[in-house]
């Protein structure tokens, strides 16, 4: 690798240049493209010295989201971190000079999301998610030289408690599964297969092959097969085109409508994958195995998938010390 022109220097993936201006030494952000940042310096050294920032936050806030969130992430995930913007990191700090901003601020800052009470209130996962997109944007400010330094404390995230898996009784998935249809089939599709809503919806008779169903346009833009069992199998056969014919209704509209017409008033679609991943390593199922059906890209997500039950555990336990073991 070339050695860097004097005077320039690298921190994580930016390129730096300090110089004196106003009394004091200033780090001005050279972005993280090597031949820009060359020709950032030799524009300085021409007397071309960039003024300091006097931009506000609410003032960059739409670039980012159109560089780097609109080529980055999904269209769900563009929209929600428009909205996370739009609704809490704008109103709090949107008028702060952007190089202005402090730790101390994106603390106060994480302190006004969980402090919000009644029908504002936030759970720990929402605070999180927000965090992480004010995380985002000023280290993309840090790489595309609008400030020299991210101001991001470490652990400005908060520890979210682990919950156990959201899973179905077997009382329940007897509810569920005996729906009219095509209420009570996507229900067994789900259940057979751990897809998401998303993929459901989208999933065809056409994508049956080898006894096997073809997932795409999957969370991680990963292709991968799910196996199907025998009787689903059969149940697919005499089916063509679209296998649930609810798109594009969300998530929220099909809990509503199988709640209604089961009585399991806790149900959401999303249980049915907790439900599949739990029974797949109660029967005996790999946890390398499982990863590669629900399609998570470490196996660490997939442990937090697919937590066994308490009950579980016991009757484990009992088999083994009844078999002498322990």
Not at 227 to 243: A, D, N, T, Y
Request: overall charge positive; aromatic content about 8%; proline content about 6%.
């Amino acid at each position: 690798m070339p050695r860097l022109p004097k005077g320039m220097f690298k921190r994580g993936s930016g390129y730096y240049v300090r110089i004196r201006q106003c009394g004091r030494d200033r780090w001005i952000g050279l972005g993280s493209d090597r031949e820009e940042a060359d020709g950032k310096l030799r524009a300085i050294r021409r007397g071309e010295l960039p003024p300091a920032e006097r931009v506000t936050v609410d003032k960059v806030v739409p670039r980012w989201l159109e560089s780097y969130i609109g080529t980055m992430r999904d269209e769900k995930c563009q929209k929600l971190a428009k909205a996370r913007t739009c609704r809490y990191l704008i109103p709090f700090m949107g008028r702060l000079l952007l190089d202005k901003v402090t730790g101390e601020d994106l603390r106060a800052y994480r302190l006004w999301l969980e402090r919000r009470e009644g029908k504002d209130a936030l759970a720990p996962q929402s605070v999180a998610h927000i965090l992480s997109d004010a995380r985002c944007f000023f280290n993309w400010c840090e790489d595309t030289g609008l400030v020299t330094r991210s101001p991001v404390p470490r652990k400005l995230l908060p520890r979210i408690q682990e919950r156990p898996p959201d899973r179905l009784t077997d009382e329940e998935v007897a509810k569920l599964v005996s729906l009219p249809e095509p209420y009570g089939f996507t229900i067994r599709l789900a259940l057979a297969t751990g897809l998401r809503w998303g993929e459901l919806t989208r999933a065809q008779a056409s994508h049956v092959e080898n006894r096997q169903l073809i997932v795409s346009k999957t969370k991680t833009g990963r292709v991968r097969r799910v196996p199907l069992s025998p009787e689903l199998l059969e149940e697919l056969r005499s089916r063509v085109g679209k296998l649930v014919p609810f798109a594009p209704k969300s998530s929220g509209w099909f809990a509503t409508i199988a709640r209604r017409l089961s009585g399991v008033e806790r149900f959401h679609p999303h249980q049915t994958r907790h439900t599949f991943a739990c029974r797949w390593l109660e029967k005996g199922g790999s946890l390398a195995a499982l990863q590669q059906v629900l399609g998570h890209t470490t196996v660490v997500t997939t442990q937090r998938y697919a937590r066994l039950t308490d009950e579980y555990v016991v009757e484990e336990a009992k088999r083994v010390h009844a078999a002498g073991q322990v």
